[in-house]
Structure formats: C-alpha cells, structure tokens
C-alpha cells in the first residue's frame, strides 16, 4: 500500500519515469492503475535505480566520460581489455625475475618495420651473429642498431621490411628467441666439451 502512494505522490508532482530513466510528464493514464501494477512499477523503478547506480559506479571507474549505457559499457571494456594487457606485462615480468638468466626480446611495430629490442643477462659467443641471421632470413634490412656484447647482450634495432615481405611482429619475435635458444645451447654444450 505505501509503495502506491508514493507512486502516486511522484505522479501527481507532475513527473513520471519511464523504462529509459527519462522523465516524462505525468498524464491522467499514469495515475489510472491497480494496486498490483505500482507494486510492480515500484520494483521496476528500484531495478532501475540500482541499475543506474551501478552504471555511474562503472562510469567513475573506467574514468569514462560517457553519458549513455552503451558508451559506458564499450569504455569498460577498453579498459578491462588495458587491464588484461597490463596484467599479462606484469605476469612476464615476474617470471623474468624469477628466472633471471631467460632472455628477454620485444618487437615493437613500426610504419614500415619493426623495432627490435633484445636482452640477456649474460653474453653468448656469436648471439649478435645468430640475431642478425634471422635479421636476414627474415628479409629485415637493418637500418639503424645500438649493441653491446661485453657481460650482458643489449641490441636495439631498426628493421625495415623488404618490398614483398609482410611480417607480424610476433613471428619476429619467435624467431628471435629460437635463435637465442639454439645460440644458448650451443654455447652450453661447447663449454661443457671444453671443460671434459
């Protein structure tokens, strides 16, 4: 019973709110309904209401600017998708810091290239050589690279595809730690014969 008149008393304020959380003018056939009706209306409008809260909880978040229920949505799940990279950068480096001795390699997509950046704590015999093979057998020019091969490996590269050539950054990628893999363990296993 209390839920109906204070539906009543809203509609008869002049105000009425429909299922879109626009606020209409109350008219003579918003007033006319049974007792059921605005027990359901009444519950509708608490759904709403709550609905509404959680989207401007969502909205303040996502630090999303959007006014409308779609808009906020689509910015939440740009930003659940930055968490998610995000995460996946702090879970790689964890497992780099747990395993200190792993190599570490990042292709960056340029215009017309890539930007190559690769890292080892420690510096293999013919590492520079074996990158720059995959450098070659994947038809990547190298434009410009700074390296450094005394106690640690550092390279940083530019390379520019060639005229045929289309190559997603992750295969660069892959190919780049094959080589250093097979590098690591050639070297390995030469030092093990040397000290036999």
Known sequence: ?????????????GTWTNS????????????????GEGEKKMVSREQRAALHEKLHLLRSVTHSR???KKSIIADASKYIEGLKQKVELLNREIAYA???????????TLEK????????????????????EVFEELGLNVLEASVSCTETFRLEAVGEEGVMETL???????????????????SSETSEQEEV
């Open 1 to 13: 019973m209390m839920a109906t008149t204070e539906l009543r008393a809203t509609a008869a304020a």
């Open 20 to 35: 879109d959380d626009d606020i209409l003018p109350a008219t003579a056939n918003h007033n006319r309904f049974s007792e």
């Open 66 to 68: 959007a006014l409308n």
């Open 98 to 108: 747990r395993n200190p001795l792993t190599p570490r390699v990042t292709v960056d």
């Open 113 to 132: 290239g890539f930007l190559i950046k690769v890292f080892s704590p420690k510096s293999f015999p013919g590492l520079l050589v074996s990158v720059l």
């Open 168 to 186: 997603d950054a992750e295969v660069v990628k892959q190919a780049i730690k094959e080589a250093i893999e097979d590098n690591t363990e050639n």
